[in-house]
């Protein structure tokens, strides 16, 4: 069975940092690009960052550049997403998410997804 199992959310204060994992199962992921959505209560899930599976390729959202990093470690089967910077807007449940086609710098939307995580919840507190 295949899973991405997220962890790493909590609270913080803003301005503070956190590192969320995505642990892959299953199969190996190590050729797969990866990625992070996230959802705030009450609003749609949005594209949060990107990797493709050498690491060659990152995109980010305009909103989180400069502050987060995404990385992965192929060996492991992991994905990262380190979160510095913090900021009460970036409270949501952060999604980890792949998919099987080669991925070269185009945008991501949801329907393109093909492996979701259950989630991890992030809380910036003012």
């Known amino acids: 069975q295949v899973q991405l199992v997220e962890s790493g959310g909590g609270l913080v204060q803003a301005g503070g940092s956190l590192r969320l994992s995505c642990a892959a199962s299953?199969?190996?992921?190590?050729?797969?690009?990866m990625g992070w959505f996230r959802q705030a209560p009450g609003t749609e899930r949005n594209f949060v960052a990107a990797i493709n599976w050498s690491g060659s390729i990152i995109k980010y959202a305009d909103s989180v550049k400069g502050r987060f990093t995404i990385s992965r470690d192929n060996a492991k089967n992991t994905v990262y997403l380190q979160m510095n910077s913090l900021k009460p807007e970036d409270t949501a449940n952060y999604y980890c998410a792949a998919v099987n086609a080669p991925w070269r710098g185009s945008s991501w939307s949801l329907n393109d997804m093909d492996y979701w995580g259950q989630g991890t919840l992030v809380t910036v507190s003012s």
């Open positions: 299953g199969r190996t992921f190590s050729r797969n690009p």
